[in-house]
């Protein structure tokens, strides 16, 4: 028994010397944690310029594993350079085809400083939603985008907002999913600016 609780010790510090017990506990790097890795990836004056963030629907668990971090590039013809991360790995890096946001005031960077609000978190208070109390949430997909940027009367490229779309168990086909709709948090306080659920689809 001695053996064994002496065993468990071990694996358990190996685990945490290799990260492995953030993995179990199912929380792979969040989107900010990214930026820091994409810096290694894009060039000097692009560091920490992020204009947009977005990820593929998570599987699996309720934080995605496929990131893609668009960075401000001033010497891209568009402006703009792509990071696409795999459970925090680095995959691909390339140019986005980016036609109207520098139009629009999307190529803006984010003020990083004015960033509070992490992936991590955003899903967090989605999931935490009244409407959706009921429901067994399954998946999310993300963005960090700028909202407001072209529109009439709107001065300056618009807020950053995290998009978070979400999807739960049906209710009387708990093996069939369904989309729930789409909330938006703003990534500076957290203000739920857009409310599109629709906890009735999982009926």
Sequence with gaps: MRKLVTNWKCLLAFGLAS???????GGGPSAFDLIK???RYVGEPSKDKIVEIRSERSV???SPDIWYLVFYDPDASLKAVEVKFGAGKKLKVGRPLRLLEPVTGGDAAFD???LKIDSDRAIKMAVAEPLLRNLKITSTQLTLERVGQGVLGHSGPGEPVWKV????NKLHEPNREANVGEIWLS?????VTKNDLRPERAN
Excluded at 19 to 25: D, E, I, L, R, V
Excluded at 165 to 168: G, H
Aim: proline residues 0%.
């Design 19 to 25: 990260g492995w017990t953030a993995a179990a506990a």
């Design 37 to 39: 890795e994409g810096n």
């Design 60 to 62: 699996g668990s309720l």
């Design 112 to 114: 990083r400083a004015k």
């Design 165 to 168: 779309k979400l999807w739960a």
């Design 187 to 191: 990534a500076t306080d957290g203000t």
